[in-house]
């Protein structure tokens, strides 16, 4: 199928990449044992914070690191090359493919996820394991319900991405809505912090939001948090995410469509 | 005592290629292998060779971003790796594929920053830029983005830009490419009244043979590494044999055209080739063809220096 | 001295181009500065957010922290500022902007750190200088106190621009792994945001005696702070940020050299 190849040469394309991996990998580790180590002592202050134990705790900031890169939690992937293309023009051709412009970029995000969550992700998780006590998914609907959270998480980053790569039709230049989608990102997924340490009502807006998808949702199932109903809600909040956003990409992309093909790009 | 000085100089590279899946096997390449040579100062050197002899490599040493691996390298009394600094000031470098300019910023800018970053007298560079400004016509350009010049364009700001500390040797490496012929013609009458006028040592390497007839008394030769010749231009042709081609377009087929100076060397229908000196004009041999015969059309073809060379090594 | 001199004023020129250069978009330049403050102050509203469940981290209050955070904030904020371009070494090589900069009679890592000048990096200098000053009321004064963060700052600064520089300079053999400098500098930063307390005793070793950037912030604020060393190492260790940020900068300058005499060398 198409859109498999598509993955395929996505992935193919960022594994060529090796000394940046191993670097960003390394990167990854750094920042998992500092981290680590922080939340510990936050965890000695406070047992049971958040509903977490210590070893929640730090198998939460592992699973953030490998997350990070996966879900371009930052930005990133795919869409970059969108943003590159409308200022360079070659957007157009895009446009006038008999192919969905989003189901394509779509794929190629995911081939993109799924070289880093082999690489970065694997990889930083197996030596925070080494080095701290990490929980791993226990029971079956756990290790099912992160297979299906994780491509969740990088479809709803993708939608997120794709929406602020956009604003490149219209602003030429997507440097702003970027760096803003990004603190956003950082700040709502829980990554600077697990959203259950939130303060109400601020835990529970942010649980509600997409970036909740992004690392807080796969986490908590992941560490047995959300079991039964409430892991079933927390892929079915994901899943709403995915096709809203991917609908407000769709018709985004229909008025760039006119906006193009009326100005001439 | 000459300007520029080489005594055997040698640059060798270590190259890796992959061995089957995992080993390496490293490969020693001489891009330069005994090169010598002098320049003294004032001259207008033409350095000549194809693709990959090692016309770059040098240029590199000697303006001290590369450290020769053998032999001995003299420009200005200083050995330009150790004294890459020192030497810069009393040089200019114009890299035709890459610009010295500041990308994002006007034209103006990049020769306000060059005169703080050569610490040039302001009189000496207001006079300078002036006068360059004017030969190259670079008036209605200083505001505008570099990135948003023209090649030809591009190429008339780094010349400024490497001529406005006054240098003593400016070194183009391959200036003339992706030209159109106008500016090419320009270009070539501007660095002949600079080095007419200021003594300005040029060394221009190229595989353009026009740039050469146009600007150089004396021409190197490089291929493969080594120095291949070392002369004047007309020698050149005359070691290398080397032809020009008359192509002419008759009406009719005819038996191989005779005219005093020019031998038919092909023939194919009405189309005939002769061959005549590289330094002989066309012009008598054109007229004696189309006085005799009926001619439809002609053209001149100019030898390249591949086919120089290859008649330089048939020697 | 006076060579010094002229190489300031050289970079200050460069560096004034680039200025002109990204104030010459205005709206893009107010949004990069603007929303650097809020990711470089990300970290800090995690660290606050922390002290909504806990009343200490490690022994330390939220002002004792924040003093932490503000200084090396402030250190790594202007070494970003004044050299973080070198990160992007492995670029110019691969472009040769390298070989273009050489043949300027300005020394090359000078260029190198001042081309692309980002002016919009000082948000992250003016977003932590307000954390330091708001830990700073907690802070009981004196003379000897004052000169001693201002030497902290500095030397902070100049220790993370020796790291800037040293773990870039491995872009002179291999140009893919720009990320490696990362873990160091700001991977150095993060770490020494929060107090040392909550690492284990063998590593706070290693960042004092062998990658020391608990120089930057943890020993000279423990005497701001009037504290005894937690782990039992000597005072003395709370004046030498200086020294170590001199003896690093010696270093930087080696091992520089040795890259810029590996490319010259070998060419690219």
Redesign the interface.
Known sequence: MLYVAVATRAFRRYSTYTAATVAGIFTNCVFGIIYSYAYLALWAQRPNAGGYDAVDAVTYVWLGQALLMTVALWGGGATDDITQRIRSGDIAIDLYRPVGLVQWYLAADLGRAAYHLTTRGLAPTIIGALLFDIRWPGTVQAVVGVSIAIPLAVTVSFATRFLVASTAFWLLDAAGPKLLSGVLAMFLSGMVLPLVIFPEPLRSIALALPWASYLQTPADIWLGNRTGWSLLSGLGLQALWVVVLLACCQWVLSAATRKVVVQGG | MPLIVAEGLERSFVVRKRAGRLRRQSAQVNAVAGLDFAIEAGEMVGYLGPNGAGKSTTIKMLTGILVPTGGRLEVAGLEPSKHRTELARRIGVVFGQRTTLWWDLPLRDSFVLLQRIYRTSPARHRANLAEYVELLDLGDLLDTPVRQLSLGQRMRGDITAALLHDPEILYLDEPTIGLDVVSKGRLREFLRTLNAERDTTLMLTTHDLQDIEALCRRVLVIDHGRLVFDGSLPDLHRAGGSARTLVVDLLDEAPPITVPGAQVRRIEGPRQWLSFPADASAAPIVAAVAASYDVADLSIQEPTIEEVIKDLYQR | MAEAL?HV??YR??AA?WV??SLAYP??FA??TV??L??TG??F??IW??F???????GFSLPEIALLYGATGLGIGFADLVVGNVERIGVMVR??TL??M??????LLLQVCADQFALRRVSRIVQTAVVFAWAGTYVDWTVPRILVAVIMVVSGGAIFFALFVMFSCIQFW?T?????A???TY?GN??TQ?PL????QELVKILTFVLPIAFVNWYPCLYLLGRDDPFGLPTWLQFCSPVVAALLLALTALVWRTGVRHY????S
Do not use: H, K
Request: charged share 15%; net charge negative; glycine share 14%.
């Open positions: 002229t004023t050289t020129d460069i181009m002109r250069s709206v893009s949004t990069m929303g650097g809020f990711i990300l970290d509203v995690g957010l922390m909504g469940t806990i009343d200490s981290l490690g472009m040769g070989d273009q050489m043949v300027r009679p300005v020394p291999t893919d792994a720009s990320e490696f990362n873990a160091f991977g993060t770490l929060y307390t909550v690492f284990p010259t060398s070998t060419g």
